[in-house]
């Protein structure tokens, strides 16, 4: 293989990363020894390992005297995963083919003298299909918001849970075993996850990473516009274990401030614009503020349908579930039941491209709003 079909090749394998790396770019890499390939690798998921060091740790030791085919500049600096030149370096790597350049002003450019200066050869070959894959990122570059993600699961009459039932609540699990390890994947590679103070006050939850260690730091995040979420709440209680972050208005109740304060729970009094009741758009910047970077947006419906009214998120992830809550469901969004076929979905969603998979009995639906 040569060294132009070996960028092709990384191009193609920076695909997989669609949905699970944003707002970083997708980013493929490939070793070649002798014209042979000997390993690939590639960004899986946000807040995880950067292609090359994938590929070398495929490799092992066959990487030295090796060349890596990139699509992306190799990062210089160490952000999230450490420097991907120093890793390059280590490995003993000879020459490196560069896609394109890294986008960020900040860093373009810089991870080629870093290369040199340890006698690697480096040569940039700018292909069409390596720059494709930055559209998105150079258009997420100077945004002052996290990628959102807006994700629920719904019943096949289009439904999220049950209404309570002579005042008591019905609790229901939609999603099945497939589906809830995929949940907790995904938000085990976040930066925060934001529901609205309803979804608190029905179910007291957790949301926290189970099952396997969190990558980032997850914030739990919850739009409280009057501060209703409860000190002796589950998330209110374990803040100072998991951060528990309540975005209010100025004009919330300071004794419930300091009750929630006693938690570990940290308040942020947004300011609204005149004649303004949406908390979204500035506790996105907020969260901007705070270094987030990719948050997911876990309902409930109320939450929801102001996400996608003032189109706010980026991305979906529905998960589609066969049973059926009948008159008692609550409709997905507020008086509307959502339809369960994927295609229907996205089109009432309006969604600019999407995908469905099976997970186990369920169907997950994956799309963006966004044109790339
Ligand atoms: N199946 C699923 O995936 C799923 C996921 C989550 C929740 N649920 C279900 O959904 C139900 C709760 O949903 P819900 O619609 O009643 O409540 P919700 O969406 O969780 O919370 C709505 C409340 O949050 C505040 N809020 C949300 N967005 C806001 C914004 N942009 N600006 C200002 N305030 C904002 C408001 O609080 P104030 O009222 O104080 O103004 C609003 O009334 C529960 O039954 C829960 O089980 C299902």
């Not at 947004?270 to 970077?293: E, I, K, V």
Request: net charge negative; charged share 25%.
């Amino acid at each position: 293989m040569d060294e132009a079909a070996a960028l092709l090749r990384a191009c193609e394998v920076a695909r997989r990363g669609r949905h699970e790396v944003e707002p970083n770019p997708m980013v493929g890499c490939v070793l070649l020894r002798d014209g042979e390939l000997i390993a690939e690798g590639w960004h899986r998921a946000y807040g995880g390992p950067h292609a090359e060091v994938e590929a070398l740790r495929v490799a092992g030791e066959r990487a030295a005297g090796a060349t890596a085919v990139v699509t992306l500049e190799p990062c210089s600096t160490r952000g999230k995963t450490g420097a991907c030149t120093e890793a390059l370096v280590a490995a003993g790597i000879r020459r490196v083919v560069v896609g394109a350049v890294d986008p960020n002003p900040a860093h373009a450019g810089a991870a080629f003298p870093a290369l040199r200066a340890q006698g690697i050869e480096v040569d940039v070959q700018v292909s069409l299909a390596a720059e494709a894959l930055l559209e998105l990122f150079k258009q997420l570059l100077p945004r002052p918001r996290p990628w959102v993600i807006a994700k629920w699961a719904q019943s096949a009459d289009g439904c999220v849970a049950l209404a309570p039932r002579d005042g008591l609540p019905q609790p229901v699990q939609l999603s099945g075993p497939e589906a809830h390890a995929r949940l907790h994947d995904w938000r085990a590679h976040l930066d925060g996850l934001i529901v609205g103070v309803g979804t608190v006050l029905a179910d007291d939850p957790q949301l926290t990473v189970r099952g396997r260690s969190p990558v980032r730091p997850l914030r739990r995040v919850v739009l409280d516009p009057s501060l209703r979420t409860p000190p002796g709440s589950v998330l209110a209680s374990s803040a100072g274990e998991h951060p528990c972050w309540l975005m209010c208005t100025p004009e919330a109740s300071e004794s419930r401030e300091d009750s929630l304060r006693a938690q570990g729970v940290s308040v942020f009094r947004l300011p609204l614009a005149p004649g303004r009741d949406d908390l979204l758009p500035d506790a996105l910047a907020c969260l901007h503020t705070q270094g987030l970077g990719r948050v997911m947006v876990e309902g409930g419906p109320r939450t929801h349908a102001r996400l996608l009214a003032e189109s706010l998120a980026d991305a979906v992830a529905v998960i589609l579930s066969p049973k059926h809550l009948g008159a008692d469901g609550l409709p997905a969004l507020p008086g509307e039941r959502l339809p369960s076929e994927p295609a229907a979905l996205a089109e009432r969603l309006g969604l600019a491209s999407w995908e469905a998979e099976a997970l186990g009995d369920d169907l997950l639906l994956r799309g963006t709003w966004r044109r790339v």
